[in-house]
Nanobody, 118 residues
């Protein structure tokens, strides 16, 4: 069974940092592109970032570019999102999602909540 489990969320002040993690299991992690997607309270899903299989290519939404950094450790089947200079508008439930062969996001974790507030 494919599983993705996010962790690392919490309450942080504006300007602070958090590092999210996502543990993959039940599939060959290194063979898949991966993404982070978020959902702010009362809003729709927003794609945040992408990483290729080898971890040497990343893309970011304009809203987080320059502040967030995505990485992966294929030896441990782990995905990461380093979030710096956090803003209140970054408050959201953050999901890691696997990208399938048809490029759709075919497996999702349950999410980890990030709250940016003073």
């Amino acid at each position: 069974e494919v599983q993705l489990v996010e962790s690392g969320g919490g309450l942080v002040q504006p300007g602070g940092s958090l590092r999210l993690s996502c543990a993959g299991s039940g599939f060959t992690f290194r063979n898949y592109y991966m993404n982070w997607v978020r959902q702010a309270p009362g809003k729709g899903l927003e794609w945040v970032s992408f990483i290729n299989r080898g971890g040497d290519t990343t893309y970011y939404a304009a809203s987080v570019k320059g502040r967030f950094s995505m990485s992966r450790d294929n030896t441990k089947d782990m995905l990461f999102l380093q979030m710096n200079s956090l803003k209140p508008e970054d408050t959201a439930l953050y999901y890691c999602a696997r990208q399938g062969a048809d490029y759709g996001l075919d497996s999702w974790g349950k999410g980890t909540l990030v709250t940016v507030s003073s």
